[in-house]
């Protein structure tokens, strides 16, 4: 079963004006078909105002499709009946993690999400130990979230996501508001949780060096799916991307314009080591017979 299935998902936010007629109409997301698979690493990109944060509320049936539907975990977002559940298995974190924290310790705020959902104290205290152990935040246990970094405190949020055993956890700019050490330390975490744990991810970022490692990334301009593919795939189409007023990762563009004027380098470069390694076949290259 697919984790996220969506299907033509239009969302329209309309506009009144004082006495409640509509003023206009404004399509946030456009025909959005995918599909994410368990265990899938997502990514999602697009300019600003470009549908991605509208597109999200609608995993974690926050809002409901204008037309299509969405599918959690084979659970329709619009069956009222599965509200909960759906929110259960899809859990979201935000971009300001001072809007996420409410306890007045570390411990007690990741707990807070399966004490609501009726879990049994003592389980609740084995995931808070899990949940925190697994964003490398359990040494702060006992600490007062008000001072942690941005980054730690982010880690703490996502923990708490965690601590209700989500299938999968979505991601809406969590790093934005991070300095680079705390960016690091979040994706990190992130990574691990999908590599070590098999959790389905899907992240929302404006940061291409964010997404080198997901399995797929989609694109969004507008409202609509405007390119998906592997990152790989993504980023050897550098013109579209720069379109898209998308900032294209400096050694990504490097080799692109060496590849433009005549150099073999392949489509594609992600990393500066890929780069390199590039670099070093032109220097040396394999001698034929
Ligand atoms: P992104 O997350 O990619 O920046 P959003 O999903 O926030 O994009 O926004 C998509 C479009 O919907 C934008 O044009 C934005 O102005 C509009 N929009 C977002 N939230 C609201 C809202 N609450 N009411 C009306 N329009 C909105
Ligand atoms: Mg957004």
Redesign the pocket.
Known sequence: MKTVKARNVVFE?I?RDEEGNVEGI?T??DHVSLDVNPGEFIAIL????????????HINAILYPTEGNLWVDGMDTLDEEKLWEIRQTAGMVFQNPDNQIIGQVVEEDVGFGPENMGVPTKEIWERVEESLKAVGMYEYRKHSPNKLSGGQKQRVSIAGVLAMHPKCIIL??PTAMLDPNGRADVIRAVRALNEVEGMTVIL?THYMEEIIHADKVFV?DK?KIAMEGTPKEVFSRVEELKALRLDVPQVTLLAYELQKRGLPIPKGILTTEEFTREIQKLRNPVRRA
């Open positions: 936010y506009r404004n946030a997301v697009g300019h600003n105002g470009s549908g991605k944060s509208t597109f999200a509320k809406d700019e929302i969004m409202g």
